[in-house]
Structure formats: C-alpha cells, structure tokens
C-alpha cells in the first residue's frame, strides 16, 4: 500500500467553481501534512501547511482527519492559474519523521 | 535569499555513459533530498542527507547510483552507467528542522535527464 493515495483526475472546473481533492495517508503517526502545487514541467511549490485544526489561506481551505487519515484541499471560486496538479505530503514517523512521502498528485483543470 | 540550485537544467546522454547532477541547498538547511519524478507520478526519494550523513538511501539503486555532500552543503548525485529508464527529473530539497516541527521543503528546478 502507498503511503499517500490521490485521485489522479484530472478534475475538469468552469473558472469560479468550488473543488475539493481528498488525499489518505497510511501512517498514523505522522505529525506534518502538507500541500504542494506543482505547474507543467516545474517543480513542486508548497501551496500550504495542513495544520490540526484546519486552516484557511484566501481562496484555500485544508483540512485534516486524523480519525480517518485523510487530508482535503478546498479551492473557492477558481481561477485559470489554478491550473495544475496539487500534491498531498505527509512526512514519516520515527527516524524518518523528516521524509516527506508524496502522492501522485490531483491534476485540476480550470476552464474558461 | 536563494533558493535550491541545481544544474544542469537538462542533460541529454546516450545509455551507458555517466552523468552527474549538482545541487546546492538553501543556506543553513540541514535536510537535503534527492529525488526522482517520472512523468504523472509524484517525486520518489532516492536519499536524504542529515547534514553529510545519508541517512536513508533505501531507495538508491546502489549498483548505479551514488551521491555525496561531502562538506554538508552541497551534493552531487551521479549515475554510472545510465540506462534508458533512467530517463526522468532528478529533483533536489532542502529543508529546515524548526522547534515545532519539520520544516517544509523547498526544490530546486530539477534536472531533466533523457537517456537516449
């Protein structure tokens, strides 16, 4: 079983849609989650930290389920330059609490 | 204050020929990684350095692969020989321990390896 586990998509929006991408994780004793944005041919760029209470940044709202090991990204009201595929980052436990396991990545295409 | 960099930027190589990649990581990151992204998939870790300790290389191909950060800085990764599935984007993080937590991590721009 992966670590991380995504639905790749792509998920197809008209501009000013609300989506949301799930993402499970296996560890439980993770303690840092995290979301990344990467555009075609670039690399990943953190889109924002998933705290426990859940947190909001504009347009961006995480979450995180620890009951059922499972984070979501919420994006109001999208926008073209959403386009892109957004990772779901957990980090390891023990000795490798600072290995940051990856998933496929959501691929999200925000039409006109 | 400068991010992860990497070069070359792409690097085209016929199989069984060696290649290597150069990283420098953010100033005073302690955490460096390497890691390997094939096309749709997200990035795969091959090492991770704890200052010039590799601390977990489990997923190195050893045979071929090797890496060094000799001065706990920066960190080259080299292949030798290459294969043609080695083909894919070599990217480089570094990151910061914090108090609280692990930091994220930051990339550098990668390097776009075509085995030919």
């Known amino acids: 079983r992966k670590e991380v586990e995504q639905d790749p998509g792509p998920f197809n929006v008209p501009e000013g849609a609300t989506v949301a991408f799930n993402c499970t994780y296996s560890?439980?004793?993770?303690?840092?989650f995290f979301w990344y944005r990467q555009d075609c041919r670039k690399e990943p760029k953190l889109l924002m930290s998933?705290?426990?209470s859940g947190n909001e940044d504009g347009r961006f709202t995480a979450q995180l389920n620890r009951a059922s090991q499972y984070i979501s990204l919420l994006i109001r009201d999208s926008k073209l330059s959403d386009s892109a595929t957004y990772l779901c980052?957990?980090?390891?436990?023990?000795?490798?609490?600072?290995?940051?396991?990856f998933g496929s990545g959501t691929k999200l295409n925000v039409k006109p | 204050e400068a991010g992860v960099v990497q070069s070359p930027r792409y690097k085209i190589i016929e199989k069984k020929q060696p290649v290597a990649f150069w990283c420098n990581p953010i100033?005073?990151?302690?955490?460096l990684y390497w890691y390997l992204q094939n096309l749709g998939q997200g990035p795969e870790l091959l090492i991770r350095?704890?200052?010039?300790?590799?601390?977990?290389d489990s997923q190195l191909p050893k045979d071929r692969f090797s890496a060094e950060r000799l001065k706990g800085v920066d960190s080259t990764l080299k292949i030798q020989p290459a294969e043609l599935g080695d083909s894919a984007v070599y990217l480089c993080?570094?990151?910061?321990?914090?108090?609280?937590?692990?930091?994220?991590?930051?990339f550098g721009q990668g390097t776009r390896l075509t085995v030919v």
């Open positions: 998933v705290y426990s």
């Open positions: 560890n439980s004793a993770s303690q840092s």
């Open positions: 350095y704890e200052n010039e300790e590799a601390v977990d």
């Open positions: 980052v957990v980090n390891g436990r023990g000795n490798n609490f600072n290995k940051f396991y």
């Open positions: 100033s005073g990151h302690n955490t």
């Open positions: 993080a570094s990151s910061h321990h914090r108090r609280q937590g692990i930091g994220e991590a930051f």
